[in-house]
T-cell receptor, first 113, second 113 residues
Framework: EPEVTQTPSHQVTQMGQEVILRCVPISNHLYFYWYRQILGQKVEFLVSFYNNEISEKSEIFDDQFSVERPDGSNFTLKIRSTKLEDSAMYFC???????????FGEGSRLTVL | GNSVTQMEGPVTLSEEAFLTINCTYTATGYPSLFWYVQYPGEGLQLLLKATKADDKGSNKGFEATYRKETTSFHLEKGSVQVSDSAVYFCALRLTSGNTPLVFGKGTRLSVIA
């Protein structure tokens, strides 16, 4: 069964460092998303991406964040200069249509020290 | 704004016990409602959904009914199994446009034999 895959499963980084989280969405999906969950809090929407551009983003998704689909298969989330409060589980998701079911990856846990 | 509130966990039940996880929502528009499940080491998976008032979503013995009058979508199962141990997330999504899923905090369920 097709699935969304994410790497790394866990990354530990120092504050101020750049981090790239990678996702491979399901191959025939066109809409891509990043969500995050800070420990003990809600799963929060970060950004959605369609047709090589951001279609919507939350207030969390500030200038420190960027997304890219560099090669037609990967979908990456970059955090330019990590802060302690960026520590969270980051989930990638994809869907085939605008209102279709979202399929999620297993998540990438980011720990900022 | 749009938000989801679900009962705090963790919930620990014996096998074959009855499960209820409460979920209520507020929405500016007309939402579809979802329950997602995350089994240990896996990504978020759609468990069931309902797209209009009085609809009942069901899957794997779980049920939830969309109650517009009480703005609720409580998850129930008549007889839980050890394999149901997971984190359960209630979520909503407005039916117009490519709007993001809005999640609750999640409820961890542990079922003991």
């Amino acid at each position: 069964e097709p699935e969304v895959t994410q790497t790394p499963s866990h990354q530990v980084t120092q504050m101020g460092q750049e981090v790239i989280l990678r996702c491979v969405p399901i191959s025939n999906h066109l809409y891509f998303y990043w969500y995050r969950q800070i420990l003990g809090q809600k799963v929060e929407f970060l950004v959605s991406f369609y047709n090589n551009e951001i279609s919507e983003k939350s207030e969390i998704f500030d200038d420190q964040f960027s997304v890219e689909r560099p090669d037609g298969s990967n979908f990456t989330l970059k955090i330019r200069s990590t802060k302690l409060e960026d520590s969270a589980m980051y989930f990638c998701a994809s869907s085939q249509t605008e209102t279709g079911e979202l399929f999620f990856g297993e998540g990438s846990r980011l720990t900022v020290l | 704004g749009n938000s989801v509130t679900q009962m705090e966990g963790p919930v620990t039940l014996s096998e074959e016990a009855f499960l209820t996880i409460n979920c209520t929502y507020t929405a500016t528009g007309y939402p579809s409602l979802f329950w997602y499940v995350q089994y240990p080491g896996e990504g978020l998976q759609l468990l069931l959904k309902a797209t209009k008032a009085d609809d009942k979503g069901s899957n794997k013995g779980f049920e939830a009914t969309y109650r517009k009058e009480t703005t609720s979508f409580h998850l129930e199962k008549g007889s839980v199994q050890v394999s149901d141990s997971a984190v359960y997330f209630c979520a909503l999504r407005l039916t117009s446009g490519n709007t993001p899923l809005v999640f609750g905090k999640g409820t961890r369920l542990s079922v003991i034999a």
